[in-house]
């Protein structure tokens, strides 16, 4: 297995600009999940799903969209790029139950800087 | 509001003595707690977690956590650091409104001297 896989590793923006960071896993967890991690405050959840077809926000959601048109994919993207998202950002998935006592699974993290 | 305390944003321990990362937890209800590791420029790793049983929680490369219910804690404990556990740790706590929903500390580093 591959486990969580995303891409790019690193990307450089301009203000303004879109894109998409892809996240894909292979284990066939029902619930997926975006976070940024910034230096002193730790990851915060930026939007979440709990299956193919449905999402959720998180705690930091603005200037971010999600889907989950399958169990595999759940692509970020960011309508038009602001400094203030210049930040690492983490794919996390795990097998959910109605306990969610599951472990995440991260993958490798994507460094984004907006100029 | 539910929230994950880490007081220290850095511990140092020289190689082969104990080691303490602490963690303090706000959840209405029954805790789920985890440690995630990051060694730089890695996504984090799952160390270990309390759900329900024995207090003390055994995990992964000979680390363990002790879940307190009366301080609300669970620190992370090694017996004898190793240089190679130099990494940034994060305590988490379940959402008790959502399923898998995690919220993070801000997260300790953990700086082993040889």
């Known amino acids: 297995n591959a486990g969580v896989t995303q891409t790019p590793k690193f990307q450089v923006l301009k203000t303004g600009q879109s894109m998409t960071l892809q996240c894909a896993q292979d284990m066939n967890h029902e619930y997926m999940s975006w976070y940024r991690q910034d230096p002193g405050m730790g990851l915060r959840l930026i939007h979440y799903?709990?299956?193919?077809?449905?999402?959720d926000q998180g705690e930091v959601p603005n200037g971010y969209n999600v889907s989950r048109s399958t169990t595999e994919d759940f692509p970020l993207r960011l309508l038009s790029a602001a400094p203030s998202q210049t930040s690492v950002y983490f794919c996390a998935s795990s097998y959910s139950t109605q306990g969610g006592n599951n472990e995440q699974f991260f993958g490798p993290g994507t460094r984004l800087t907006v100029l | 509001a539910q929230s994950v305390a880490q007081p220290e944003d850095q511990v140092n321990v020289a190689e082969g003595n104990p080691l303490t990362v602490k963690c303090t937890y706000s959840?209405?209800?029954?805790?789920?707690l985890f440690w995630y590791v990051q060694y730089p420029n890695r996504g984090l790793q799952f160390l270990l977690k309390?759900?329900?049983?024995?207090?003390l929680v055994k995990g992964s490369y000979g680390f363990e956590a002790e879940f307190n219910k009366s301080q609300t804690s669970f620190h992370l404990k090694k017996p004898s650091a190793l240089v190679s556990d130099s990494a940034l740790y994060f305590c988490a706590v379940r959402d008790p409104r959502g399923t898998d929903k995690l919220i993070f500390g801000t997260g300790t580093r953990l700086q082993v001297f040889p």
């Open positions: 959840v209405s209800g029954n805790p789920y």
């Open positions: 309390y759900i329900t049983g024995d207090n």
């Open positions: 799903s709990v299956g193919a077809g449905i999402t």
